[in-house]
């Protein structure tokens, strides 16, 4: 999380009521506007969670065909046709994942998050990958995805998932291993088959792993918070249609720091200043203190994900400036 804020407000002229300058005016106004990133490129660290009675318990591992997660008194075995929930970690494993030899269909594709490598496999088929690690993962487990091409195209806003498990064991670094991802297509409607879309996720011991894929995971996870952040923004801004509100926070994104931050000494925390849009978002991103060029994009990456409910001003949105400092730190933080 952010440390305090510093915050100004940026001023707007008046609107001049004269019908022939209020076409101009909007124009100008929407060319002045500070440009915000949807960050869809940002990583998406993932922790899987499923609920029962009420309380989370995250994955920790596959067998058959479901979902290990960690009980107090151990761990249990769950159907993956359960709910699960993925939630943004605070940091992927170290190390990295290649993965190759798919028996799938890449295209590139222009959606919503940009232009994606998008999968498509032959119905009926079961999943099959090349993983080349660069380090040892003792617990590795993979899970395959699928969603709804239309989501990620950004034509409707419910994606619409198949999710299946594999448990892999020791995954040695350097060594090629071949897997295979059973998919039971029988779960997925017959209407949804030629539109689905998929990308595989890697973890160990529930703690992902970075891959060559992730790209695709990061553009999906991206979308659902996005879908959920302005489903806040339109409720916060109908209750709050009169007064004065000031900015609030609704999602702070610690920087995603490459493996090789640990040796470079890094400061405990950088300062960083940026506008906060009306409709929440962050533009103008500016790294006022030195760093190396990978740690600088992780930080740039983090802070553009952040997303505000915006400063009221008698029930109206506005920009608002920000100077605030972003803890840098290696361990992960209380609680997680």
Same mark, same amino acid.
Request: proline residues 8%; glycine residues 6%.
């Given at each position: 999380?952010?440390?305090?804020?510093?915050?100004?407000?940026?001023?707007?002229?008046?609107?001049?009521?004269?019908?022939?300058?209020?076409?101009?005016?909007?124009?100008?106004?929407?060319?002045?506007?500070?440009?915000?990133?949807?960050?869809?490129?940002?990583?998406h660290?993932?922790?899987?969670?499923?609920?029962?009675?009420?309380?989370?318990?995250?994955?920790i591992?596959?067998?058959?065909?479901?979902?290990?997660?960690?009980?107090?008194?151990?761990?249990?075995?769950?159907?993956?046709?359960?709910?699960?929930?993925?939630?943004?970690?605070?940091?992927?494993?170290?190390?990295?994942?290649?993965?190759?030899?798919?028996?799938?269909?890449?295209?590139?594709?222009?959606?919503?998050?940009?232009?994606?490598?998008?999968?498509?496999?032959?119905?009926?088929?079961?999943?099959?990958?090349?993983?080349?690690?660069?380090?040892?993962?003792?617990?590795?487990?993979?899970?395959?995805?699928?969603?709804?091409?239309?989501?990620?195209?950004?034509?409707?806003?419910?994606?619409?998932?198949?999710?299946?498990?594999?448990?892999?064991?020791?995954?040695?670094?350097?060594?090629?291993?071949?897997?295979?991802?059973?998919?039971?297509?029988? #779960? /997925?409607?017959? $209407?949804?088959? %030629?539109? +689905?879309?998929?990308?595989?996720?890697?973890? *160990?011991?529930?703690?992902? !792993?970075?891959?060559?894929?992730?790209?695709?995971?990061?553009?999906?996870?991206?979308?659902?918070?996005?879908?959920?952040?302005?489903?806040?923004?339109?409720?916060?801004l109908?209750?709050?249609?009169?007064?004065d509100?000031?900015l #609030? /926070?609704?999602? $702070?994104?610690? %920087?995603? +720091?490459?493996?090789?931050?640990?040796?470079? *000494?890094?400061?405990?925390? !950088?300062?960083?200043?940026?506008a906060?849009?009306?409709?929440?978002?962050?533009?103008?991103?500016?790294?006022?203190?030195?760093?190396?060029?990978?740690?600088?994009?992780?930080?740039?990456?983090?802070?553009?994900?952040?997303?505000?409910?915006?400063?009221?001003?008698?029930?109206?949105?506005?920009?608002?400036?920000?100077r605030?400092?972003?803890p840098?730190?290696?361990?992960?933080?209380?609680?997680?």
């Amino acid at each position: 999380m952010p440390s305090s804020f510093v915050v100004a407000t940026a001023c707007r002229r008046a609107p001049v009521p004269h019908p022939a300058l209020v076409l101009f005016l909007i124009l100008c106004a929407v060319a002045d506007r500070p440009r915000a990133e949807a960050a869809f490129d940002l990583p998406h660290p993932t922790v899987m969670t499923t609920a029962i009675d009420g309380a989370e318990f995250p994955v920790i591992g596959a067998k058959r065909d479901g979902a290990v997660i960690r009980v107090k008194d151990g761990t249990r075995t769950v159907s993956r046709e359960v709910p699960f929930k993925y939630n943004r970690a605070w940091r992927f494993a170290p190390g990295r994942v290649d993965i190759s030899g798919e028996n799938a269909i890449s295209t590139k594709a222009i959606t919503k998050a940009g232009i994606l490598t998008m999968g498509s496999m032959d119905m009926g088929v079961n999943y099959q990958a090349k993983l080349t690690a660069s380090t040892t993962y003792p617990k590795a487990y993979a899970v395959l995805m699928f969603v709804d091409r239309a989501f990620m195209d950004g034509d409707n806003d419910v994606p619409a998932l198949g999710v299946f498990f594999r448990n892999i064991g020791t995954l040695e670094a350097n060594r090629p291993t071949n897997i295979t991802i059973d998919v039971d297509w029988d #779960k /997925i409607p017959a $209407s949804l088959r %030629p539109h +689905l879309t998929f990308f595989p996720l890697l973890f *160990n011991d529930g703690v992902e !792993v970075r891959t060559n894929r992730e790209l695709i995971a990061a553009a999906f996870f991206r979308r659902l918070e996005l879908i959920g952040f302005r489903k806040a923004l339109d409720a916060y801004l109908t209750e709050n249609s009169f007064g004065d509100h000031p900015l #609030k /926070i609704y999602q $702070s994104v610690p %920087p995603c +720091l490459p493996d090789e931050a640990a040796q470079q *000494n890094l400061p405990s925390r !950088v300062t960083v200043s940026f506008a906060v849009t009306e409709d929440g978002m962050v533009s103008d991103f500016k790294l006022e203190d030195s760093l190396p060029a990978a740690a600088a994009a992780a930080v740039r990456r983090a802070v553009q994900a952040w997303l505000f409910l915006p400063r009221l001003d008698g029930g109206y949105p506005k920009v608002t400036l920000v100077r605030t400092q972003v803890p840098l730190g290696l361990k992960a933080p209380a609680g997680n």
